[in-house]
Antibody
Framework: QVQLVESGGGVVQPGRSLRLSCSAS????????MHWVRQAPGKGLEWVAV????????VYADSVKGRFTVSREDSKNKVYLEMSRLRVEDTAVYYC??????????????????WGQGALVTVSS | EIVLTQSPGTLSLSPGERATLSCRAS???????LAWYQQRPGQAPRLLIY???SRATDIPDRFSGSGSGTDFILNISRLEPEDFAVYYC?????????FGQGTKVEIK
């Protein structure tokens, strides 16, 4: 069955960096675009970024553009979110999610049919 | 960006009752690319509906979606205990993808 497991969350000071990882299993990882979605404590969902199935295209929310970088390593079935210049308002649970359509190669792709359990990132001094 | 407004904010109903949730977009959603997600406390969201009206895999048929353009509806025909949760709509036809603020369905 499809499984997504995030790791790398923790407490970090404002202005510092952190990298999240998402390990995927149970499906052909290299055929699917992958997304990151976050949820601030007690708040709603915010889409953050997507990387195409082949890694050739990435799209970001304006709130993270220029600070966050999404990448993938198909040999390890992993997707990453490198977060730099972190702000207090980046505090959230970060979910990785699979795109619901295979071989989405550009744009922000589609909906999200499988989600990980999330990794909590707390930005605080 | 497209703003999605969900109503009501909270819906208080009893098991067995019908729930009707609304999602209104600030502009036309391209190709009716509108999804609904359920989020139970402490859990990740779960995809219920995509393309405004198509049920995702393994989703019970008591869940149905309808609508087009700017107005969309999620119906739950008969509420089961596990259906009491928060529901989010999301449009994915325009970049950036955006979510509504959520509707909480609580036990009356």
């Amino acid at each position: 069955q499809v499984q997504l497991v995030e790791s790398g969350g923790g407490v970090v000071q404002p202005g510092r960096s952190l990298r999240l990882s998402c390990s995927a299993s149970g499906f052909s990882f290299s055929a699917f675009a992958m997304h990151w979605v976050r949820q601030a404590p007690g708040k709603g969902l915010e889409w953050v970024a997507v990387i195409s199935y082949d890694g050739s295209d990435t799209v970001y929310a304006d709130s993270v553009k220029g600070r966050f970088t999404v990448s993938r390593e198909d040999s390890k079935n992993k997707v990453y979110l490198e977060m730099s210049r972190l702000r207090v308002e980046d505090t959230a649970v970060y979910y990785c999610a699979r795109d619901s359509v295979s071989y989405c190669g550009g744009g922000s792709c589609y909906s999200h049919d499988f989600w990980g359990q999330g990794a909590l990132v707390t930005v605080s001094s | 960006e497209i703003v999605l407004t969900q109503s009501p904010g909270t819906l208080s109903l009893s098991p067995g009752e019908r729930a009707t949730l609304s999602c209104r977009a600030s502009q036309t959603v391209t190709s009716n690319y509108l999804a609904w997600y359920q989020q139970r406390p402490g859990q990740a969201p779960r995809l219920l509906i995509y393309g405004a009206s198509s049920r995702a895999t393994d989703i019970p048929d008591r869940f149905s979606g309808s609508g087009s353009g700017t107005d969309f509806i999620l119906n739950i025909s008969r509420l089961e205990p596990e259906d009491f949760a928060v529901y989010y709509c999301q449009q994915y036809g325009n970049s950036p993808k955006t979510f509504g603020q959520g509707t909480k369905v609580e036990i009356k």
